[in-house]
């Protein structure tokens, strides 16, 4: 008979960490268990789970609690998964600014900070998660940063206000730097998964987000998940053309974007009432409107092409729900209502347009949303 082969240190040690992430996932999955529960839930002998429970103990990961609630027998220790062993950063560049949030493993935050967006993105990223980090940096299990362009594994293009048209590897970049997992997404998208995990959309599984400010961009989420496309460029909207000859885009700025965005919005409503450049235009827009009927001209203006916008979007994928941030976000419930009129008399299918609910916070609660899924995964077969 020949004998088995001896099985290799590497192949030992691989198996040693699936059996200690299994724990891992168990007690954060269940918060607060025994040990005998965390035998019956990963199926390990009861001897390993007690020695893997002593090591996680030591590292902070599981806190005992004292005796459960008496059923039969002996009442069992009963052990806490501490969520602050993991920790999660969500960075969002705005410029002229950069935003960073350090949250545990259940999206609880525990540091913040803005500032002003430095000349080097990586180096400014780096330093602000390293500071807000600080001594719990051997914590730290994943990064994930907002972009306003298009992210590819990582790389960004098209994202003019930091400076990047062409790919730049910022993902890959950090993550040597940081030595772990980063994630990097248009900003857009994270907006739409937050807005789902904690905003207009947590009610649905199927939404399309609208987002007007600078450019305007969309971000697609189809049975929970957010859609990128093939090459990432997924949402991409304001590059839609305005006529039957579209021009190439000039330098990262789209047809749509460059006539009916916060910017050139603004511009506008400076013609029309000159003064200093509104801070809200969409507003200030609605204000003058009520007096003036060049204004009130303009303002079907924009809400014809807003909902042209949506109606293109809504036709191909039929997400049900819409939802406006940023500038759009800023329409009062009359001008609300007239979009959804329009958008009710085109689409095939019933589609309901709602204002975004978390402002400046989408991104965030994307990004730790990222985070916490790219820093904590599901334990793997070798």
Same mark, same amino acid.
């Given at each position: 008979?020949?004998?088995?082969? $001896?099985?290799?240190?590497?192949?030992?040690?691989?198996?040693?960490?699936?059996?200690?992430?299994?724990?891992?996932?168990?007690?954060?999955?269940?918060?607060?268990?025994?040990?005998?529960?965390? #035998? +019956?839930?990963?199926?390990?002998?009861?001897?390993?789970?007690?020695?893997?429970?002593?090591?996680?103990?030591? +590292?902070?990961?599981?806190? +005992?609690?004292?005796?459960?609630?008496?059923?039969?027998?002996?009442?069992?220790?009963?052990?806490?998964?501490?969520?602050?062993?993991?920790?999660?950063?969500?960075?969002?560049? +705005?410029?002229?600014?950069?935003?960073?949030?350090?949250?545990?493993?259940?999206?609880?935050?525990?540091?913040?900070?803005?500032?002003?967006?430095?000349?080097? @993105?990586?180096?400014?990223?780096?330093?602000?998660?390293?500071?807000? @980090?600080?001594?719990?940096?051997? *914590?730290?299990?994943? @990064?994930?940063?907002?972009?306003?362009?298009?992210?590819?594994?990582?790389?960004?293009?098209?994202?003019?206000?930091?400076?990047?048209?062409?790919?730049?590897?910022?993902?890959?970049?950090?993550?040597?730097?940081? %030595?772990?997992?980063?994630?990097?997404?248009?900003?857009?998208?994270?907006?739409?998964?937050?807005?789902?995990?904690?905003?207009?959309?947590?009610?649905?599984?199927?939404?399309?987000?609208?987002?007007?400010?600078?450019?305007?961009?969309?971000?697609?989420?189809?049975? %929970?998940?957010?859609?990128?496309? !093939?090459?990432?460029? !997924?949402?991409?909207?304001?590059?839609?053309?305005?006529?039957?000859?579209?021009?190439?885009?000039?330098?990262?700025?789209?047809?749509?974007? *460059?006539?009916?965005?916060?910017?050139?919005?603004?511009?506008?409503?400076?013609?029309?009432?000159?003064?200093?450049?509104?801070?809200?235009?969409?507003?200030?827009?609605?204000?003058?409107?009520?007096?003036?009927?060049?204004?009130?001209?303009?303002?079907?203006?924009?809400?014809? *092409?807003?909902?042209?916008?949506?109606?293109?979007?809504?036709?191909?994928?039929? $997400?049900?729900?819409?939802?406006?941030?940023? #500038? !759009?976000?800023?329409?009062?419930?009359?001008?609300?209502?007239?979009?959804?009129?329009?958008?009710? *008399?085109?689409?095939?299918?019933?589609?309901?347009?709602?204002?975004?609910?978390? %402002?400046?916070?989408?991104?965030?609660?994307?990004?730790?949303?990222?985070?916490?899924?790219?820093?904590?995964?599901?334990?793997?077969?070798?």
């Amino acid at each position: 008979m020949s004998k088995e082969a $001896p099985t290799s240190p590497v192949s030992r040690e691989r198996s040693r960490e699936i059996k200690r992430l299994s724990v891992i996932v168990a007690a954060r999955q269940a918060r607060l268990l025994s040990r005998v529960d965390l #035998a +019956e839930t990963t199926g390990l002998p009861a001897a390993t789970v007690t020695a893997l429970v002593r090591e996680l103990i030591a +590292e902070g990961y599981l806190i +005992e609690r004292g005796p459960g609630a008496a059923t039969t027998g002996r009442p069992r220790e009963m052990l806490a998964f501490n969520p602050r062993a993991e920790l999660v950063a969500a960075v969002s560049l +705005e410029p002229p600014r950069i935003s960073c949030e350090i949250a545990d493993s259940e999206g609880v935050l525990i540091a913040h900070r803005t500032a002003r967006l430095g000349d080097d @993105v990586v180096d400014t990223i780096c330093a602000f998660v390293l500071e807000l @980090v600080g001594s719990n940096l051997p *914590a730290l299990r994943g @990064v994930a940063i907002a972009v306003p362009g298009v992210s590819t594994n990582g790389a960004v293009r098209l994202a003019p206000s930091v400076g990047l048209v062409d790919a730049w590897p910022i993902g890959e970049s950090v993550q040597r730097r940081l %030595g772990v997992p980063v994630v990097v997404d248009n900003d857009v998208n994270l907006m739409a998964a937050g807005e789902c995990v904690a905003g207009a959309g947590a009610d649905v599984t199927d939404l399309l987000l609208i987002h007007v400010a600078d450019g305007i961009g969309a971000g697609l989420v189809l049975d %929970g998940k957010v859609r990128r496309g !093939a090459s990432g460029a !997924a949402g991409e909207v304001g590059f839609l053309p305005l006529d039957s000859a579209p021009r190439r885009s000039n330098r990262g700025v789209g047809e749509f974007e *460059a006539r009916w965005s916060a910017n050139a919005i603004a511009e506008r409503v400076v013609a029309l009432n000159p003064g200093r450049r509104p801070d809200s235009p969409v507003r200030e827009l609605i204000q003058l409107a009520a007096a003036s009927e060049p204004a009130r001209d303009y303002l079907d203006e924009v809400l014809d *092409a807003w909902t042209r916008l949506i109606l293109s979007c809504a036709c191909v994928v039929d $997400p049900g729900l819409v939802l406006l941030s940023g #500038a !759009a976000a800023d329409l009062d419930d009359a001008r609300l209502a007239q979009i959804q009129s329009l958008v009710s *008399a085109g689409t095939p299918a019933p589609t309901q347009v709602r204002r975004a609910t978390l %402002g400046d916070q989408a991104v965030l609660h994307g990004a730790i949303s990222y985070a916490l899924s790219a820093a904590l995964p599901l334990p793997a077969l070798p």
